[in-house]
């Protein structure tokens, strides 16, 4: 094969890959969306409040300790234990549930019935507020993550595939990541946990009639606040998740948060409603900018990633207003 | 009775603060929040620490205290220009904004206003030029020399000769990082290697595109003027793809200890380039110890004394003093002004013994800085980092750019500048 050809292939496997990395942020905006409507712009802010616990929590870093040193004139930073990142990872799952009871108590409830934009303007508050309380609790200063997810190419692959170009040519083996492999698996385990959660348990099947239909939800007696706690915790959870993938990558710090930037184009071509949508979108996005830098990048300056993301999005929206697997909204007048 | 002499004292009282020496300002254009805080942190703390020592230790600046005014810019643009608009009428002698795209807006206004802005190896690099920059002043460095010093390392490395490699460069797609492009383009046709640069978006969290291109063209060197997050990235996926380390070198913005931690031990060997000294290794850190820490006074937590970031900040302080120093001189006079800044800083000598006495010895290059010349000699090291101690190390001395071919670039961008702005050269001596 020629190694033009095995290049290409490396470029669609690795854009795969990314575009797994964006469903796993789009996925918590669609599980929040299905189920009330919100769009919430807090999510990225969550995935970098879940890493920073989780990374305080392994490290034994007191919470507010800038904050209670200051006050008392005191110098305390670490509680002077490690613990194990499965442990680590329990307990921020913990506080993410903890977080979705909060969000539920003190912003929710008493807007029952606004309208969606102001349910997004609250979300908007709240990413500010997560952004301080982060910094508040744990600091502001890079961390680095260390949950034992390995990282750099796969050696094997490497050499295995090295050989499949034409001979003489210059060819140094397909690249793919290993934590890009890892976050593959746990986005599959994940979309199949979801989907059996969705369709075999009773708080699932009182998820989907919340997303169907609120008010008939409410009828039949469905606690509309319950399933909102219910689905920011999976929402929290999922944000850990894309928390730890990337920040696996470049250490926490606040541009976690911006990962989120990556799933809006996802969701546009996706559709906001649908779990396969995030996930087939993400994958297309990520297939779509990887090919169009690999190809087209080199002779227009490169950088193309950020924007052809959006105008690959865009042009679906043209045809499919509601994305590929949304929800077609008809309102009748 | 009691009555007449209480109003006596506040009289006097009123009459004194009247003619007492107002405080020397000194604006931080600081940014603890957004995407590049962490950056951002260090350099604030470093800068304040300074001027809160030479408060505590010295009585201020020739017994004037100094005072920071800090303004939150998140790296913003916008929101650099409104610090500017609300510090100005506080008596502020000089800026130092910390963002190229901050400097590139004040340098109008500023100059309009009579105040002076300290680019400290950021910027606009043409303002070297004094003769059309008047009020910007960029020493020690610029990037234009960066990018020299980085050829400069790759030339003696490789015995003088580096015709037919490959130098690629991995830049962040904004003013800031395409700063550099046209000096390694200008550097490659000089010595003959082929350059390639290739463009990271903001804030750079994904790069996988960039790394495999890398990967299957095989550069022999991989420069990179990344900030934030950028930076973290590059040094993983660079590990990642196992590129040697010792053959990527990142302009000084891109190497902090920030930067190597999130790679862990595969950073090992990564080079960047810089300005000053590394480490705490220094006595002037026994007293920012004593004085500032220990006293409870430290902008921080006391725990980034010693990194490079804090050290810049802290040396762009001392810098700012030192010129300070120079104006009071200079005008006779304690209270000085922008204007009278200003002059300090164009007559600014730093030596070693300067720097000794300072208790910095061998902390940064010696320089000067005249009415034509704003940036200084333009000297810089390489620093390399070692994965196993968590330390920098100096492994080079402090070395001059490549003027023959820079300073054609400066006196052809100064001029385009002072044509387009109508500017007037200056006269110099």
């Given amino acids: 094969m020629s190694p033009d050809f095995l290049n290409t292939i490396e ?28 769009f919430n712009y807090a999510q990225g802010v969550m995935a970098l409040f879940a890493a920073m616990t989780l990374v305080g929590f392994q490290t034994g870093q007191v919470p507010f300790s800038h904050l209670i040193n200051a006050v008392f004139g005191t110098s305390i930073h670490s509680f002077g234990w490690t613990l194990p ?12 549930i903890l977080f979705a009871i909060l969000v539920e108590r003190l912003v929710l409830k008493h807007l029952v019935n606004q309208e969606p934009i102001i349910l997004f303007m609250a979300t908007i508050g709240l990413a500010y507020f997560m952004e301080g ?21 796969s050696l094997w692959l490497e050499e295995f595939t090295a050989g499949w170009a034409t001979e003489g040519s210059t060819y140094y083996g397909m690249y793919i990541d290993r934590l890009d492999i890892v976050a593959t698996v746990v986005a599959i385990v994940l979309v199949i946990s979801l989907t059996l959660f969705s369709q075999y348990t ?17 009828s039949v007696g469905i606690s509309l606040r319950k ?20 920040g696996a990558k470049s250490g926490v710090q606040f541009s976690l948060s911006l990962i989120a930037l990556k799933a809006l184009p996802v969701l546009i071509l996706g559709g906001f409603t649908s779990i396969p949508g ?14 169009f830098e690999y190809g087209v990048g080199p002779l227009i300056g490169g950088a193309t990633e950020n924007w052809f993301a959006y105008v690959l999005a865009l042009i679906f929206l043209v045809f499919r207003p509601q994305g590929l697997f949304g929800d077609k909204i008809i309102e009748r007048v | 009775m009691k009555g007449l002499k209480a109003a006596g004292i506040a009289m006097v009282a009123a009459l004194t603060s009247t003619t007492a020496v107002a405080d020397l300002v000194f604006p931080s254009l600081s940014y603890r929040t957004g995407p590049y805080a962490v950056n951002g942190i260090p350099y604030a703390d470093g800068y304040e620490d300074y001027l809160t020592l030479v408060n505590e230790r010295d009585g201020g600046i020739g017994g004037v205290k100094a005072k920071v005014l800090e303004c939150e810019t998140g790296y913003n643009t916008q929101k650099g220009v409104e610090c500017y608009e609300a510090t100005k009428g506080e008596g502020a002698l000089v800026y130092q904004p910390l963002s190229t795209g901050i400097t590139y807006q004040l340098i109008p206004k500023a100059t309009a206003d009579g105040i002076p802005v300290h680019s400290m190896g950021y910027g606009r690099t043409s303002a070297k030029n004094g003769k059309v920059f008047s009020h910007i002043f960029n020493y020690p460095v610029n990037y234009w020399d960066g990018a020299s ?18 130098i690629a460069l991995v830049y962040h797609n904004s003013a800031y990082g395409k700063e550099p492009i046209r000096t390694l383009e200008e550097l490659s046709k000089k010595h003959g290697y082929k350059f390639t640069p290739i463009a990271v978006d903001h804030p750079g969290q994904e790069q996988k595109s960039q790394w495999l291109q890398i990967r299957r063209e095989r550069p022999d060197y991989v420069l990179m003027w990344g900030w934030g997050v950028m930076n973290q990235v590059a040094i993983q996926e660079a590990a990642n793809i196992r590129f040697p380390m010792e053959n990527f070198i990142g302009i000084w913005w891109s190497g902090s200890e920030n930067d190597v931690l999130p790679a862990g031990i595969k950073a090992n060997g990564y080079k960047a380039l810089t300005f000053h000294g590394v480490g705490s290794d220094f006595p002037i850190f026994d007293d920012i110890k004593k004085y500032v820490v220990d006293a409870g006074k430290a902008a921080g937590a006391g725990d980034q004394v010693g990194t490079v970031l804090y050290n810049r900040g802290l040396y762009a302080a001392l810098l700012a003093v030192e010129a300070a120093k120079v104006a009071q001189e200079i005008h006779g006079t304690k209270d000085i002004n922008a204007a009278q800044m200003r002059d300090g800083m164009e007559a600014l000598v730093i030596d070693n013994a300067k720097m000794e006495a300072l208790g910095i010895p061998g902390f940064g290059p010696e320089f000067s800085v005249d009415c034509g010349n704003h940036g200084g000699p333009g000297l810089g090291a390489v620093q390399q980092w070692d994965a196993e101690a968590g330390t920098w190390s100096l492994i080079s001395d402090f070395a001059p750019s490549d003027m023959d071919v820079i300073q054609p670039l400066i006196d052809e961008d100064s001029s385009a500048f002072a044509t387009e702005n109508k500017i007037e050269m200056k006269e110099c001596a």
């Fill in chain 1, 202 to 218: 009773r708080t699932g099947r009182a998820l989907r009639a919340v997303a169907d239909d609120h008010q008939a939800a409410l």
């Fill in chain 1, 278 to 291: 995030a996930i087939i979108g993400g994958l297309i996005i990520g297939v779509g900018e990887k090919l």
């Fill in chain 2, 149 to 166: 010093h980085a050829v400069n390392h790759i030339l003696d490395v490789n015995g003088g000769d580096i015709a037919g490699k490959t």
């Fill in chain 1, 11 to 38: 470029v669609i496997l690795n854009g795969l890959m990314a575009g797994v990395m964006y469903s796993l942020v789009a996925l918590g905006f669609v599980l929040i969306f299905k189920a009330s409507g919100i």
């Fill in chain 1, 85 to 96: 990142a499965v442990v680590a990872v329990l307990l921020t799952v913990v506080v993410m």
């Fill in chain 1, 133 to 153: 309380m982060g910094d508040l609790m744990w600091g502001s200063e890079m961390k680095i993550l260390d949950v034992g997810v390995p990282q750099g190419g």
């Fill in chain 1, 227 to 246: 399933i909102w706690v219910i689905v920011w915790a999976i929402a929290g959870i999922v944000a850990m998740v894309a928390g730890i993938m990337w």
